[in-house]
């Protein structure tokens, strides 16, 4: 067969054929055309949050709490101090719970758990907590502590809401660099005489921890742009706060306030707000991108 | 046998003291406890939640709660079928829009687009995630709705023939366009899922594709989608979850009627809008009924997200020899750092 030698074109009897070539080109148009209508949206917020954000931005933006006055221009409504301190009280909170206890619970998947039925279980129940969502974290707050104890709203009981919905995040973001530490390195210390826990502590901790700070930090940044369970957890005031025993306010939960007004001054102090979220939580997710880079694990 | 080749005898001279051992046990239970405490919580939290919506439950039965088409707190009625339906109206339309262009630039992230042009595309789709819902819902509201009222009246009016999609006054919250920005909520998630999963894709596979004479599209419909078909359909049903579950964005959005809206374009509802929206003042019974709706968006959300993870998981196992790869733990954090 293959004596023979192939008569007329070659590429018409090997090549691909025109209706083929055309669908392939089809195809490859369609699917570049559907990427960059995925990119569209995001050029359209980040455009008309910096046109309407950076309009509303001033000195006294940032300096002055919302007055609740909707009837006047910029310069009486206020500004967005509280909320922002609010913001960041409470994430902060937030973190000190959400961080030691989330690692805590990756070590112990990964040193200890393994694969184990119990371990198992609790991945399982990990990644049940992840798809939960957040206003069902804000009713359980909710139905606990201010059902539960007869008291009012509170800054600490937001941070708990929002520590909840960390948790999942930084558990399974630390379990993931835990797991890729070398097993070299634990054997070599346990081999030295060093005890389990010193090897946790002074080997495989250290070593991930650069890893781990990127997924604490996304964990953050989720957090920082959550507004449901603050609602009925924390919510509202309009006064700075730095006792997180009290009401609080917050930068998601002011915007969301803002949106429904019918003054244009509140809701152009919405998109101020917004811009200001936007940019925190993307400076968030910069940094946790450089730090991630940089880990020699990942 | 060994002790005795032990030089110097008693293997018992080379083990710690109990003393030095405490710390080692101290740390081993008091995680696993950690761990325990966390099953522990969420057993009780649900538990908590059922407790409260047991007397809207009572008076409804959970059926008529699921099924009846009445929300009118002010009468006593607590029907939640408009919220349910609209909540699935919604969802249904982010994934409809929303999973083909996600899987799509993800098809092109990962065989079509430039080595170069890879990681800062995928940075972008993923960006997006890091954008608050509550900043979606505003800038859906003032931006995008307004914008697209003209062209949602125009198609309404084309279509009038068609039921619920065509006729009536298109209003600017509605189904639709809360749909199209849970849309643009979700393709981050499903895109970065949809990556994550095609790139196991063995090299093998799309060499010999393209060895047997493929063109690029033959080999991604050949060699990629194929075997990527479970993971695709998980990191859709992770979107699902979110769309359900989305609350702030929602209700800026669907408008809060309490109705079933009589059209794409109109007006409605969702479960987790109207906790937002009622919580502040609700008592007694409506209190609890939206308590309920929590309870039914919760359940909601363990199924479609229960089932998405064996649909990721699997795809993640089928292809990758164990021990190669973190398990699923690459695919699991993209999904966590998608969050906001």
Known sequence: MSAQAPTGDLVARFGVSPSRRRKDKIARGLILAATIVALIPLMLILYYLLKKGLGAWSSSF??????????????TIGGIKSAILGTIEMVALASAIAVPIGVAVAVWLVEYGKNSWFAHTVRFFVDVLTGVPSIVFGLFIYIVLVVGTGSSFAG????????????????????????????????????????????IFSI??????????????????????????????????????????????????????????????????????????????????LIARLISRRSRLA | METASVPGGDRALLARSPLARFPDRLLKYGLSVLAALILALIV?????????????????????FAFDNNWTPSTGHFGAL??????????????????PVAVAAAVYATELCPLRLRTPLSILVELLAAVPSVVYGLWGIFFLAPKLQGSEQWVADRLSFVP????????????????????????????????????????????????????RWEMIRIAVIPYCRSGIVGGAMLGLGRAIGETIAVTILIGDAPKLGSQLFGQGYSLAAVVANEFGEAQGVHRSALFAAGLVLFVLTLLVNGLARALVVRSARSGVPSGTRGGTGGILVVDTAAGA
């Not at chain 1, 940032?62 to 310069?75: I, L, Q, R, V």
């Not at chain 1, 997924?215 to 309009?238: C, D, H, M, N």
């Not at chain 1, 006792?243 to 152009?268: C, E, H, K, R, W």
């Open chain 2, 164 to 215: 619920f999609i065509g006729g009536g006054l298109v209003t600017i919250p509605n189904y639709f366009i809360t749909g199209l920005v849970l849309a643009i909520m979700i393709l981050p998630i499903v895109s970065a899922i949809s990556r994550e999963v095609m790139s196991t894709v063995p090299l093998d596979q799309k060499e010999a594709a393209l060895g047997l004479g493929a063109t």
């Open chain 1, 62 to 75: 940032f300096t002055t709490d919302p007055t609740g006055n909707t009837f006047f221009k910029n310069s």
């Open chain 2, 44 to 64: 009780f939290f649900f538990i908590r939640l059922v407790g409260e919506a047991r007397p809207a439950f009572a008076k409804t039965g959970v059926f008529g």
């Open chain 2, 82 to 99: 408009p919220l349910v339906l609209g909540t699935l109206i919604t969802s249904a339309l982010a994934l409809v829009i929303g999973v």
């Open chain 1, 204 to 285: 495989v901790l250290p070593t991930a921890l650069p890893g781990m700070v990127t997924g604490v930090l996304l964990a953050v940044a989720r957090a920082a742009g959550e507004t449901a369970p603050l609602l009925f957890t924390a919510a509202s005031t309009k006064n700075t706060s730095y006792d997180l025993s009290g009401f609080m306010n917050s930068l998601p939960v002011q915007i969301y306030s803002d949106v429904t007004s019918p003054t244009t001054a509140v809701v152009n102090r919405a998109w101020g707000a917004a811009l200001t979220l936007v940019v925190l939580i993307l400076l968030l997710n």
């Open chain 1, 156 to 199: 600490y009981k937001g941070s708990l809401a929002l520590s909840l919905l960390m948790l999942p995040v930084v558990i399974r973001s630390a379990e993931v660099i835990l797991l890729l530490v070398p097993a070299g390195l634990r054997e070599s210390a346990l081999a030295l005489g060093a005890p389990r826990w010193r090897v």
